[in-house]
Nanobody, 118 residues
Framework: QVQLAESGGGLVQAGGSLRLSCTAS????????VGWFRQAPGKEHEPVAL????????GYEDSVKGRFIVSRDNDKNTVYLQMNNLKSEDTAVYYC???????????WGQGTQVTVSS
């Protein structure tokens, strides 16, 4: 069964850090670009970070540049999103998706909640 699963969300104080993981099962994630997306209450679904299959091409949404780092471990079939210096406006459900660069959207995870308290 093809599946993506996010983990690592939770409640953190402003200025803190979290690391999200996106693990694939049923297919080889190293053949896919992966994107992290988020949706806050009352807001549009937006891309946060993208990484291509090789890890050579990376992109970030402006508001997270310098704070978030996307990386991948293809041996573990996993992509990570390290989130530092978190702000209340980062509160959202975070999703990962795998597919074709530059808009991976073939497979989606179920989402993980990130809540940043101020």
């Amino acid at each position: 069964q093809v599946q993506l699963a996010e983990s690592g969300g939770g409640l953190v104080q402003a200025g803190g850090s979290l690391r999200l993981s996106c693990t694939a099962s049923g297919f080889d994630l190293d053949e896919k670009a992966v994107g992290w997306f988020r949706q806050a209450p009352g807001k549009e679904h937006e891309p946060v970070a993208l990484i291509d299959s090789s890890g050579q091409k990376i992109g970030y949404e402006d508001s997270v540049k310098g704070r978030f780092i996307v990386s991948r471990d293809n041996d573990k079939n996993t992509v990570y999103l390290q989130m530092n210096n978190l702000k209340s406006e980062d509160t959202a459900v975070y999703y990962c998706a795998a597919g074709t660069w530059p808009l991976p959207n073939d497979y989606w995870g179920q989402g993980t909640q990130v809540t940043v308290s101020s």
